[in-house]
């Protein structure tokens, strides 16, 4: 028999999109900028009670140095894409190549 992991989840967004997040049971952190987003982050790493952490991408200024700087976190950081976030091309031939295993 399984044991299941119990805690919550929290998300880092701004004042306009966490309510969203409230109102599915999620508890919410306001944060305006990439370095207020990695404070949180770091005050939640000594939480017993977190399981995950997600954080919505249009917050971040750089999402891969917010990444590396997340990396070794002993909570799993997760950052959501949402309407705002900057778009990223699509490379066909890139999907189709990892599709078939190249």
Known sequence: MSRSLRG????VGDRETLPLFRSAG???FEAYSQSQALNIVTRLQNSDDVVLIVVL?????????????TSGSRIPV????TLWSPGEPLDVNKLLAKALGL
């Open 78 to 81: 997760f950052v959501l894409p």
């Open 26 to 28: 999620f508890m919410t």
């Open 57 to 69: 991408r249009h917050i971040l200024d750089n999402e891969e140095e917010f990444k590396a700087k």
């Open 8 to 11: 919550k989840v929290v998300v």
